[in-house]
């Protein structure tokens, strides 16, 4: 690890000043891991742990307002999302270890790097996330735990997050302090596709600092399954937040995946499918072709995309039957 400056901010003005050359640090599960391993290199580290950013509570007209610094423990076991939004709690409860989430927080985990191992190899030197224009070793090397879904040429690291893909299916806005102000961000735009800069993964600007998520509120039912290797410390290789209103018919529908996509992945092809239809095994599929159709594989990831669509099917089976 390389030597760095520490600043520990008392508030959100010091938060910000410091933050104009520092990197922001709360449960640090990500940060410190990609520092050890000689990935990330920040010169100033600020402390924002004692920011009054800690509390869950209820938003103008039902919805939710998460501060950036509640734990994911915290939140999953919320009642208030328990109650109203149990594919968030469900999805944060399908991340990590029970330690980890007693240290990681909202805005860590929307901020949450790839896991890609290439990426996390600072031997490796071809990597266009980490050292812009140097390559992609994924491209042809080992690519079982890769992105189908909103790739490049120049990258096809997948998001890991479980906590986000709930977030986008919930229709959650990012709330962001900075420099030149005050931000609300749509969660669905707030992170980029590869494209030509794989190494920009959002649309945070430097300096700026998440405050808080809010929810609107949901009309339906709400699940999230997740498809790993092992039952638990293990990322997904396909993943399915849902949210279904339906009786005879399908009212409203919202779709994401995980584990696929360079992003947390929405699906407006998804819910065009659902909605109008009735719930059966045939409409899910459907839905789950479309979510999919877009979908380019490697040669050792090519069995995501059938995954990916079965993992869909069964959410909204799941969460159909109640």
């Not at 900075?178 to 969660?187: I, M, Q, S, Y």
């Amino acid at each position: 690890m390389e030597p760095f400056s520490y600043v520990a901010a008392s508030d959100e003005a010091s938060a910000l000043d410091a933050g104009r050359v520092g990197t922001f640090i709360a449960g640090g599960t990500n940060l410190v891991d990609y520092m050890r391993l000689g990935v990330l290199r920040p010169n100033t580290i600020v402390d924002i742990t004692k920011l009054p950013l800690s509390q869950v509570e209820e938003a103008a007209g039902g919805g939710l307002k998460i501060g950036a610094l509640v734990k994911n423990s915290d939140l999953a076991y919320h009642p208030l999302v328990e109650q109203r939004y149990p594919v968030l709690s469900e999805a944060l409860l399908a991340g990590a270890s029970p330690q980890i989430r007693n240290m990681a927080t909202t805005g860590g985990n929307i901020l949450q790097r790839t896991r890609c191992p290439y990426f996390r190899d600072a031997a490796v030197p071809q990597c266009n996330k980490r050292a812009p224009g140097s390559g992609c070793a994924a491209l042809g090397g080992f690519n079982r735990s890769h992105a189908v879904l909103g790739i490049s040429d120049r990258c096809i690291a997948t998001n890991p997050s479980d906590m986000n893909v709930a977030l986008a299916t919930l229709d959650a806005t990012v709330h962001v302090k900075g420099p030149k102000g005050e931000r609300d961000l749509r969660f669905v735009d707030f992170h980029t596709l590869p494209g030509e800069h794989p190494e920009i993964e959002s649309v945070l600007q430097p300096g700026e600092l998440i405050t808080y998520v809010t929810i609107p509120p949901v009309t339906g039912r709400s699940h999230y399954v997740k498809v790993r290797d092992r039952a638990s410390f293990a990322f997904a290789l396909a993943s399915a937040a849902v949210v279904l209103d339906a009786a005879d018919t399908i009212k409203t529908a919202r779709v994401a995946l995980g584990g696929v996509g360079t992003k947390p992945w929405r699906s407006k092809e998804a819910e065009a499918a659902l909605v109008g239809s009735k719930p059966t095994p045939e409409t899910f599929r459907k839905a789950a072709d479309a979510a999919l159709a877009a979908a380019k594989g490697q040669p050792t990831n090519m069995f995501k995309i059938e995954l990916a669509k079965r993992t869909l099917v069964r959410a909204l089976t799941e969460v159909s039957h109640g």
